[in-house]
Antibody
Framework: QVQLQESGPGLVKPSETLSLSCTAS????????WDWIRQPPGKGLEWIGY???????NYNPSLKSRVTISVDTSKTQLSLTLSSVTAADTAKYYC????????????WGQGTLVTVS | QSVLTQPPSVSGAPGQRVTISCSGT?????????VHWYRQLPGTAPKLLIFGNNRPSGVPDRFSGSKSGTSGSLAITGLQAEDEADYYCQSYDSTLTGWVFGGGTKLTVL
């Protein structure tokens, strides 16, 4: 049973950097492809970026200058950093797993709410 | 403003059939990329409902997906009260080289 769990501070000050982690139980982070998705309160889903199992990353052009997705050195956690945050970055942040390049997001974490204030 | 366009809301009576449309462009759905559908209950994470024309294990065959031209569609037959949720479509966009989502559709069972 794949379980994903996001973690990180629930409150970040404007202009600071948001840092989140995603832990996957039941399998190695490096065996799959991963995405970060966010959802502002009461709004729809926005793709942030992905990291493939080979380490390749790609980001939403609207966020590209501020976002980094990586895997920690122990290869047990996926990380997301978003710099220079504003109130517009307030959202629930989800990590999600998929198998292949165009595969759907098969497993999602429960999400973690980050408020910028 | 979402890249894929969905109606904000749809509704139907129990037992009826409803469809939710997802309109894209020639850089996503029209380019041949699959449309995936997710269902989100209040306060929970989205859950995969349809991928392309397929259903994950455990999803009833009341749910089906289709695609034509630059649009995709989710059909739900035999509507049940438990189907009330938000539904999102997703596809790949070759211009953005990443995922795009629809704005979501709230389904109300009357």
């Amino acid at each position: 049973q794949v379980q994903l769990q996001e973690s990180g501070p629930g409150l970040v000050k404007p202009s600071e950097t948001l840092s989140l982690s995603c832990t996957a139980s039941g399998d190695s982070i490096t065996n799959y492809n991963w995405d970060w998705i966010r959802q502002p309160p009461g709004k729809g889903l926005e793709w942030i970026g992905y990291m493939y199992s080979n380490g390749k990353t790609n980001y939403n052009p609207s966020l590209k200058s501020r976002v980094t997705i990586s895997v920690d050195t122990s290869k047990t956690q996926l990380s997301l950093t978003l710099s220079s945050v504003t109130a517009a970055d307030t959202a629930k942040y989800y990590c999600a797993r998929r198998r292949g390049w165009l595969s759907p997001l098969e497993y999602w974490g429960q999400g973690t709410l980050v408020t910028v204030s | 403003q979402s890249v894929l366009t969905q109606p904000p809301s749809v509704s139907g009576a129990p037992g009826q059939r409803v469809t939710i449309s997802c309109s894209g462009t020639n850089s996503n759905i029209g380019a041949g990329y699959d449309v995936h559908w997710y269902r989100q209950l209040p306060g929970t994470a989205p859950k995969l409902l349809i991928f392309g024309n397929n259903r994950p294990s455990g999803v009833p065959d009341r749910f089906s997906g289709s695609k034509s031209g630059t649009s995709g569609s989710l059909a739900i037959t035999g509507l049940q009260a438990e189907d009330e949720a938000d539904y999102y479509c997703q596809s790949y966009d070759s211009t953005l080289t990443g995922w795009v989502f629809g704005g979501g559709t709230k389904l109300t069972v009357l």
